[in-house]
């Protein structure tokens, strides 16, 4: 999701376009809806900043009490933390023909296997040749017999579906 630089998502102290404002401190305490002036005054001899958090109705804004470089840093850090966490799962492709013979299909699953290992998801297409589109049931076999060499530690994801030219399935580690 593209985010646009022109729009501004946080008010902060002087920008809260609000008469009254309601506080809410950092341990969660509510201190009552205080106009502009003397909530700004308020946050001021603190040492904090007042962070729009809601709106309440037309006319209040709900805003918290906090020290809004340290909010800022934090939001930041967790960002890093949970870029750090993720999981990036890559597809992986096995291209085989109707024709392949076996000890080809034992390489390729092996190939497979190891994708499958690493945590990837791997595309499994079959390739027609010119007139072998008209006998998918051979194409079938085929990956029928690729998937059994690989079945223990795979599950289909996607049943084999004809694209165009590819007989196309889709598989994934187990999990455990």
């Not at 809806?33 to 603190?46: G, I, M, Q, S, V």
């Not at 809601?54 to 939001?75: C, P, R, W």
């Not at 998801?121 to 690989?150: C, H, M, P, W």
């Not at 994801?157 to 598989?171: C, G, I, P, Q, S």
Request: glycine fraction near 6%; hydrophobic fraction near 35%.
């Amino acid at each position: 999701m593209a985010e646009n630089k022109n729009i501004k998502t946080e008010f902060v102290n002087k920008e809260i376009r609000a008469k009254q404002i309601l506080i809410i401190k950092e341990d969660g305490e509510k201190i009552g809806p205080l106009n502009k002036f003397d909530a700004l005054k308020l946050a001021e001899e603190n040492n904090l900043d007042l962070l729009q958090v809601g709106i309440q109705d037309n006319s209040t804004v709900i805003a918290k009490m906090l020290d809004h470089g340290k909010f800022k840093y934090e939001q930041k850090r967790k960002q890093r933390e949970n870029k750090k966490n993720q999981v990036k799962v890559e597809n992986k492709e096995i291209r085989l023909t109707v024709g392949i013979g076996e000890h080809d299909l034992d390489t390729k699953a092996r190939k497979a296997r190891e994708f499958l290992e690493a945590g990837d998801r791997v595309k499994i297409s079959l390739k027609f040749k010119g007139r072998e589109i008209v006998y998918q049931e051979f194409g079938k076999v085929t990956l029928d017999n690729f998937f059994a060499k690989i079945e223990d530690i795979a599950k289909i994801e996607k049943e084999a579906k004809l694209n165009t030219r590819f007989l196309d399935m889709y598989v994934v580690p187990k999990k455990g």
